[in-house]
């Protein structure tokens, strides 16, 4: 994610009102290399948008949203695996997020990608207010030590 991509990411984000509503700077501590963010393009311009952060032994995955008429079209699966190398190159050995529990669509999406919830986080959204759903994906190989 590059600072030219800040008002494009905005209005996917204001169209995707399920998603952590952040403001321009936000986006632009991203760009500036404050977390990881990446964005997908077709040919409408920027497609989709994924932000993460570092931390000790994972990963985790803060906004994620893919502009309405690219959906389903692998954009949102390209971005998550970049993320998940990103994780796995660090040495992460599980990648985490939180989801509205009213937000089935992401929901069915991070279940296809192997994530699993492990948690709730009760009215843990404020507009409205709502559960937080935790989920989890391991990128340990099961049988490794």
Same mark, same amino acid.
């Given at each position: 994610?590059? #600072?030219?991509?800040?008002?494009?990411?905005?209005?996917?984000?204001?169209?995707? #009102?399920?998603?952590?509503?952040?403001?321009?700077?936000?986006?632009? !501590?991203?760009?500036?290399?404050?977390?990881? =963010?990446?964005?997908?393009?077709?040919?409408?311009?920027?497609?989709?948008? *994924?932000?993460?952060?570092? #931390?000790?032994?994972?990963?985790?995955?803060?906004?994620?949203?893919?502009?309405?008429?690219?959906?389903?079209?692998?954009? =949102?699966?390209?971005? *998550?695996?970049?993320?998940?190398?990103?994780?796995?190159?660090? !040495?992460?050995?599980?990648?985490?997020?939180?989801?509205?529990?009213?937000?089935?669509?992401?929901?069915?999406?991070?279940?296809?990608?192997?994530?699993?919830?492990? =948690?709730?986080?009760?009215?843990?959204?404020?507009?409205?207010?709502?559960?937080?759903?935790?989920?989890?994906?391991?990128?340990?190989e099961s049988g490794r030590d």
């Amino acid at each position: 994610m590059a #600072l030219r991509d800040v008002d494009a990411v905005l209005a996917i984000q204001a169209a995707c #009102l399920e998603i952590a509503q952040w403001s321009d700077w936000d986006y632009e !501590g991203v760009a500036r290399g404050e977390m990881m =963010g990446w964005v997908a393009e077709d040919e409408g311009g920027v497609a989709g948008f *994924l932000v993460a952060r570092q #931390l000790v032994g994972e990963a985790e995955i803060l906004n994620f949203a893919v502009r309405g008429d690219s959906r389903r079209q692998g954009t =949102g699966t390209a971005l *998550l695996a970049q993320a998940l190398e990103w994780s796995k190159s660090y !040495g992460a050995e599980r990648v985490i997020l939180e989801v509205r529990a009213s937000n089935l669509a992401a929901l069915r999406f991070y279940e296809r990608h192997g994530f699993v919830v492990t =948690g709730k986080r009760p009215r843990y959204y404020a507009v409205p207010i709502e559960d937080a759903l935790l989920l989890n994906l391991s990128l340990v190989e099961s049988g490794r030590d």
